[in-house]
């Protein structure tokens, strides 16, 4: 039985080119996504090259969702989790972002903590949007947060959509750091990527909704936008051999966005 790799959001524009860059490398793969039809039609393609391949749709912040995972996982071994299911501000409210990308998350590594196999690795997607958060309350409420002191301040603070993504990404590389210790006893890794502006179907609704985002994408040094597969090629970097002294981490994958903001 070859190991498997989890690949949430998998139809979606990060998670497609991870599923097609770990396909190449001969793993099972189990693809989520809400998105059945668009799953299916993925694990079709993926299936016509060799590849073996299970599938869970469904809503990742259902409270049964870890449990179906598991299930779908069944016997085989887990070398690693690319999560790249979310929520964007167009998308939802704040409380539903704060579901989707924080709580959501999680639940999902610890549920899959248990399962990985030494040596492997989970990756998951935080945003460059977290390092713009700037007021110390707001930073102190998700230390609270990821912390376990409660929601109540970020909860507060998530007062419209682009803040609540905001707070959720910053969470998940909060998430990482603490997560660090309970993987590495078990000889695993668990990092997270913070995407810069990623020509995807999710960003590209963003920048209609944003004239700052258009402005702020202008600014990017490489002058351009990212692909899809420039993050997904990062997560088989993070996942291999190569990367098995990173962990605890966030990886900047921004065109250089906001080291020319200074931060």
Same mark, same amino acid.
């Given at each position: 039985?070859?190991?498997?790799?989890?690949?949430?959001?998998?139809?979606? !524009?990060? !998670?497609?080119?991870?599923?097609?860059?770990?396909?190449?490398?001969?793993?099972?793969?189990?693809?989520?996504?809400?998105?059945?039809?668009?799953? =299916?039609?993925? =694990? /079709?393609?993926?299936? =016509?090259?060799?590849?073996?391949?299970?599938?869970?749709?469904?809503?990742?912040?259902?409270?049964?969702?870890?449990?179906?995972?598991?299930?779908?996982?069944?016997?085989?071994?887990?070398?690693?989790?690319?999560?790249?299911?979310?929520?964007?501000?167009?998308?939802?409210?704040?409380?539903?972002?704060?579901?989707?990308?924080?709580?959501?998350?999680?639940?999902?590594?610890?549920?899959?903590?248990? *399962?990985?196999?030494?040596?492997?690795?989970?990756?998951?997607?935080?945003?460059?949007?977290?390092?713009?958060?700037?007021?110390?309350?707001?930073?102190?409420?998700?230390?609270?947060?990821?912390?376990?002191?409660?929601?109540?301040?970020?909860?507060?603070?998530?007062?419209?959509?682009?803040?609540?993504?905001?707070?959720?990404?910053?969470?998940?590389?909060?998430?990482?750091?603490?997560?660090?210790?309970?993987?590495?006893? *078990?000889?695993?890794?668990?990092? /997270?990527?913070?995407? !810069?502006?990623?020509?995807?179907?999710?960003?590209?609704?963003?920048?209609?909704?944003?004239?700052?985002?258009?402005?702020?994408?202008?600014?990017?040094?490489?002058?351009?936008?990212?692909?899809?597969?420039?993050?997904?090629?990062?997560?088989?970097?993070?996942?291999?051999? =190569?990367?098995?002294?990173? /962990?605890?981490?966030?990886?900047?994958?921004?065109?250089?966005?906001?080291?020319?903001?200074?931060?």
């Amino acid at each position: 039985m070859s190991a498997t790799v989890i690949i949430t959001g998998a139809a979606g !524009g990060m !998670g497609r080119p991870a599923a097609t860059r770990f396909a190449a490398q001969g793993y099972s793969l189990l693809l989520c996504d809400v998105n059945a039809e668009r799953l =299916a039609a993925l =694990a /079709s393609e993926l299936r =016509a090259g060799g590849t073996e391949v299970s599938t869970l749709a469904g809503d990742i912040s259902a409270p049964e969702f870890p449990q179906q995972l598991l299930d779908a996982l069944g016997d085989a071994p887990l070398f690693a989790l690319v999560h790249t299911a979310g929520l964007s501000p167009s998308m939802a409210e704040a409380p539903r972002i704060l579901e989707v990308n924080y709580f959501a998350t999680e639940r999902l590594v610890a549920a899959l903590l248990p *399962r990985f196999e030494a040596g492997g690795c989970a990756v998951l997607i935080s945003s460059m949007s977290a390092y713009l958060l700037g007021d110390p309350a707001m930073v102190s409420a998700v230390q609270d947060l990821v912390a376990g002191k409660g929601r109540e301040g970020v909860d507060g603070h998530a007062t419209n959509p682009g803040m609540g993504y905001t707070l959720s990404k910053r969470a998940v590389i909060g998430l990482v750091g603490r997560e660090a210790a309970a993987y590495g006893e *078990r000889g695993v890794r668990i990092v /997270s990527i913070a995407p !810069g502006f990623i020509d995807t179907e999710m960003s590209r609704a963003e920048a209609k909704a944003s004239e700052q985002m258009v402005r702020m994408m202008g600014m990017t040094p490489l002058g351009r936008l990212g692909v899809g597969d420039e993050i997904a090629s990062v997560a088989e970097f993070l996942c291999s051999p =190569a990367a098995s002294y990173v /962990s605890g981490c966030d990886i900047k994958v921004d065109g250089g966005i906001m080291g020319r903001l200074g931060i």
